[in-house]
């Protein structure tokens, strides 16, 4: 099989280096141990590296019940932007995202969701009229909301 030579494995993290020299490059972790370390060793690794994207997916799994953000996370959200990087956070749920990583959005995509808890908390975040929405969205939409606009109306895309 081929190998492919866009990832580095967590454990071959002397080989990182190596792809810091391409003009661009691609770097997944797999958690392999506590998802707070993980996130925290990723958070500082995007900093030390900028210019670049970090992509957290299935947020629930670092900011479950316990929404305590970490220095290096928090570091990286407030001020990634001093060495360009950006942070996109994907959760099958608003409500586990910790206010922390939520003040600090500048853009927000939803899909449908009819769950009230959720639909409370993306209300907070967008306003109430604007949250209800959701409700009525069919299968393949979403909703985009730009929170750096003067008002937030979100936009329906399919």
């Known amino acids: 099989a081929e190998v492919d030579t866009s990832f580095v494995s967590w454990e071959d993290w002397a080989d990182v ?3 810091l020299q391409r003009p661009s490059f691609r770097i997944s972790l797999e958690m392999q141990e506590e998802p707070r ?6 958070a500082i690794f995007a900093r030390a590296v900028g210019d670049c994207i970090l992509v957290v997916d299935e947020l629930s799994l670092f900011y479950g019940e316990d929404r ?14 001093r060495e360009a990087v950006s942070v996109v956070l994907v959760s099958q749920r608003s409500y586990d995202c910790p206010i922390l990583l939520r003040s600090q959005l500048t853009h927000v995509v ?3 969701t009819v769950e009230p808890r959720d639909i409370d ?10 949250s209800k929405r959701l409700l ?15 008002t937030r109306v979100g936009v329906v895309e399919e």
């Not at 908390?121 to 604007?130: K, P």
């Open 17 to 19: 280096e190596d792809y």
């Open 110 to 112: 939803a899909f449908r």
């Open 68 to 81: 305590t953000v970490g220095p290096e996370v928090s570091g990286v959200v407030r001020f990634g932007r």
């Open 37 to 42: 370390e993980t996130i925290e060793k990723a």
């Open 136 to 150: 009525s969205l069919r299968e393949h939409q979403r909703i985009k909301w730009d929170l750096t606009a003067a």
């Open 121 to 130: 908390y993306m209300g907070d975040i967008v306003g109430r009229d604007e």
